[in-house]
């Protein structure tokens, strides 16, 4: 692979990395369901990462994201 | 014998290069939360289980694996892996991830260690592929083979404190299921028999990294006309690649021993560096 074509794919992947990482921390949100009730509250991806990390949310039957608890989260993910 | 002028970045990882566990240590003080700050809406570029009480942020791998099973695209954590990936390879595989940290200090015990025959490299893309996304999206959290259930760092680093935290205090011992209690045993007989088994077999962190290895900015350089072929690189890397043939390996993990070698003909540079060169080829 000629160092020319390396560091144009250099180039294509951080700029690929840093697009994703600005969309997702600035624009990209999910309407999230509480547990008990159908009201969606738009919710970030950087709150969506630490819901996911302690099994927060879970995608219900009918396609929608909703919340596993109300009030106090879990102190760790169910895995 | 004469031997190569070193790039700008060469002549600083050439006097890192003994420091590397204690640069490694340093990172700890990063990823173990000693501040309390539990930021877990951000990822971290390194394994790093997010289940751990002394983890300062989420793992991007069980980020992804989550955000697979709920049928979303996780932008962070894809944008992180191929920013950082795209900057400097699997030099955060060598020098900064904790648990390559584990498995490095088991190395130096002194027990006799098999070879890990090359191919084996590839399982890892099997992991992340299967794991970390197939399984995860089709089959949901709950499948017995999504990437957090199987995973070692979860056992080492939540399951293992937390069992011995309750058997300190004289509390009922949580145990893990025994599935979990398995993949942490055969880790701890594995890290003892071999070099970094989990970074060369089954990382999928290790994986993206490795594969971006070639794209890298900073890079791996072999400068042919200084190389005597004498072989050295090879003996230097405990990893088994062939450092000569292929300096940008997907398996390497960057430690960078090879660069010591008596020719200086392996160096580390920016992949912008002023040097007409071509990949050398496998």
């Not at chain 1, 997702?24 to 159908?38: I, L, M």
């Not at chain 2, 992340?128 to 056992?155: K, S």
């Not at chain 2, 962190?205 to 050295?232: P, W, Y």
């Not at chain 2, 398996?251 to 990949?279: M, N, S, V, W, Y």
Request: charged share 15%; with cysteine.
């Amino acid at each position: 692979m000629s160092i020319k074509l390396r560091q144009q794919l250099t180039i294509a992947v951080l700029a690929v990395g840093l697009g994703l990482l600005a969309w997702g921390a600035k624009f990209h949100a999910q309407p999230v369901f509480s547990e008990n009730n159908d009201k969606g509250l738009l919710t970030a991806e950087s709150k969506l990462i630490k819901e996911v990390s302690i099994g927060g949310v879970v995608r219900d039957p009918y396609g929608k994201l909703r919340m596993t608890y109300t009030g106090e989260a879990p102190q760790s993910c169910p895995t | 014998m004469s031997t190569a002028k070193q790039s700008p970045i060469q002549k600083v990882v050439s006097k890192l290069i003994a420091w590397r566990t204690a640069i490694q240590s340093l990172f700890l003080l990063v990823w173990l939360d000693p501040l309390n700050l539990r930021m877990h809406t951000v990822c971290a570029p390194v394994f790093h289980c997010y289940a751990c009480p002394l983890a300062t942020f989420a793992c991007p791998i069980g980020v992804i694996a989550q955000f697979s099973a709920l049928h979303l695209f996780p932008f962070i954590a894809i944008g992180l892996l191929l920013a950082v990936g795209a900057l400097f390879g699997s030099i955060i595989c060598g020098w900064v991830c904790p648990f390559g940290l584990l498995q490095d200090l088991a190395a130096k015990v002194p027990t006799p260690r098999l070879k890990i025959p090359q191919w084996m490299g590839y399982f890892r893309y099997v992991v992340l592929l299967g794991t970390v996304l197939a399984i995860p999206y089709f089959f949901g959290e709950g499948h017995p083979l999504f990437i957090c259930r199987i995973c070692p760092a979860g056992g080492v680093e939540k399951a293992l404190p937390d069992v011995v935290s309750a058997a300190i205090g004289g509390n009922p011992i949580p145990w893990p299921n025994a599935i979990k209690i398995s993949i942490v045993l055969a880790f701890f007989v594995a890290i003892f028999i071999t070099i970094r088994p989990w970074c060369r077999i089954f990382c999928p962190l290790g994986a993206i990294f490795g594969f971006l290895n070639r794209f890298s900015l900073v890079t791996m350089d072999l400068k042919e006309h200084q190389c005597t072929q004498c072989g050295r690189c090879r003996t230097l890397c405990t990893y088994g690649i062939q450092p000569d043939k292929q300096p940008n390996d997907h398996r390497c993990i960057r430690c960078l021993e090879c660069t010591q070698c008596g020719p200086k003909a392996l160096q580390t540079q920016l992949l912008f560096d002023d040097q007409p060169r071509e990949e050398n080829k496998a």
